[in-house]
């Protein structure tokens, strides 16, 4: 009997010990420092209901009418299914609270956001695990943009799962698929890949900003925005990055490498622009030293402009509501349906008189691609060229407008697309932000280190989105020389 009682008595000292170690180990651990158990149970896992596509759900949504749909139980009681696959990894910081899935590892077609009040959900979840979602009582809507499944909040808010539900809604399958990314470039940003795992081929981080960090700066507030540029475009089409500030790597400096990012495809907050988001650093490929920046026509500003004048354009002798077309210029479309055309100002900017103005807002063009080029200039004629313009905006958001330089372009029309074309680094355009009345001075741009001859190009670029591209006007074009 004693012998059975100091056996019992070890035994209970030793479950305490382990205890004890066990607490010390955990309490060591950070939030995001597990390890993802490992399973070699690979058997297909099943659900006692009626599984559904995943698009079932963006569907449902639609056919509703209304901003946001609540799955019930069917009348003979069987509770329905979506599956998908993981393709956030919340482990880097990056997510919070929120799984992404789609239909399909290779090939997906469609997406879907789930907003759980549970983090970490990578330990469980993580990259390519098979899922399966109940839908019953669920409510679908749209959040920041995207389709998102959640509980019903107030109004069109759709609320987190509780955490003590995830169990009965989430089945954890014991597949982990590889996910194949789906290779696209800018111009394929659409709906379509909204929550679809991407890869952008042949881009880079644009030169003003690799030396940044990902989102530590001082004007970094919930996400760093960072811009890529797509080297398979001469004219340096953009596409957005964000980086919560929340994330481990906030303060690693972006690559200044060229090569290829994966990513999930989602929206900003305020449903604006397409955004990327990595889930961690492993998700970027930049290492081809050899970048793709264009080398910039710089030659600083001047004091002045000179007393000799060799080009002045306000196009004051243009008619109104018709294509720009001064003497030796060329407009040029490109792409789309819109051109450079003359407008006058009315309202408080009446007394401005005419200018000219491009804008693909509303246009239906998949993309606008306007050019206004200036007659041939010939820089060892004279010294001390000046060049300047004004420009003003109204809601650019994301179209752009650019001030190129090239001394090869034959002048045709079509030769525009193989010369080669430079910024002008100096030169001022009017920012989105700035306020729609507003006109803004290029500043004084020297440009008394070009030789030889060559022509001066604005280059309007947009899509015809309705939410993100606006107009861009332009006047006042002058170059003098000493």
């Not at 030793?14 to 060591?28: E, H, M, N, R, V």
Request: aromatic residues 10%; charged residues 20%; negative net charge.
């Amino acid at each position: 009997m004693m012998k059975n009682k100091i056996n019992n008595m070890r035994a209970f000292h030793k479950i305490i010990a382990l205890a004890f170690i066990a607490a010390i180990t955990f309490s060591c651990v950070g939030d995001d420092d597990f390890t993802v158990p490992t399973f070699n149970d690979t058997t297909p896992v099943t659900v006692d209901g009626n599984v559904v596509a995943l698009s079932t759900v963006a569907s449902r949504l639609a056919q509703s009418g209304d901003d946001t749909f609540t799955f019930e139980q069917s009348a003979s009681g069987v509770d329905e299914y979506i599956t998908g696959y993981v393709i956030s990894d919340d482990q880097g910081g990056n997510w919070f609270k929120e799984l992404i899935i789609q239909d399909e590892p290779e090939n997906p077609t469609a997406g879907l956001a789930i907003s759980i009040d549970v983090n970490p959900l990578f330990t469980r979840y993580e990259f390519g695990r098979k899922v399966f979602v109940k839908l019953t009582g669920l409510t679908v809507g749209t959040s920041n943009g995207v389709t998102t499944l959640g509980i019903a909040g107030a109004g069109s808010d759709i609320e987190r799962i509780a955490a003590s539900s995830e169990a009965d809604v989430i089945k954890r399958d014991n597949l982990v698929a590889d996910i194949v990314p789906v290779d696209v470039e800018f111009a394929d940003f659409s709906d379509a890949l909204e929550l679809i795992w991407v890869r952008v081929n042949n881009v880079q981080f644009v030169e003003e900003q690799i030396d940044l960090s990902f989102a530590a700066e001082s004007f970094d507030q919930f996400d760093g925005e960072r811009s890529i540029k797509s080297c398979n475009d001469a004219f340096g089409a953009t596409a957005n990055l964000w980086t919560s500030t929340f994330s481990d790597f906030k303060a690693l400096n972006i690559p200044d490498g060229k090569g290829s990012i994966s990513a999930v495809l989602t929206r900003d907050f305020f449903d604006d622009v397409y955004v990327l988001y990595v889930n961690t650093p492993e998700d970027f490929d930049l290492t081809d030293t050899n970048r793709c920046d264009l080398t910039p026509v710089s030659c600083g500003n001047a004091a002045a402009a000179g007393p000799n004048t060799l080009l002045s354009e306000n196009f004051e002798t243009q008619s109104t509501g018709a294509a720009a077309m001064p003497a030796g210029w060329t407009n040029f479309q490109e792409a789309g349906t819109e051109t450079w055309e003359v407008y006058t100002s009315g309202g408080t900017n009446a007394s401005l008189g005419k200018s000219v103005r491009v804008g693909s807002f509303n246009s239906n063009d998949a993309s606008t691609i306007a050019w206004l080029i200036t007659p041939e200039f010939d820089f060892d004629a004279q010294t001390g060229e000046v060049f300047s313009f004004e420009t003003s905006n109204s809601f650019s958001d994301g179209s752009t407008m650019q001030v190129l330089y090239s001394d090869d372009w034959d002048g045709t029309t079509a030769g525009i697309a193989t010369a080669t074309w430079k910024p002008l680094a100096d030169a001022t355009i009017v920012d989105d932000g700035e306020f729609f009345g507003n006109w803004v001075f290029s500043d004084n741009v020297s440009l008394d280190c070009v030789t030889g001859t060559g022509h001066i190009a604005f280059r309007y670029e947009g899509s015809g989105d309705s939410g993100t591209d606006g107009t861009y006007e332009l006047d006042n074009i002058s170059m003098t020389s000493n």
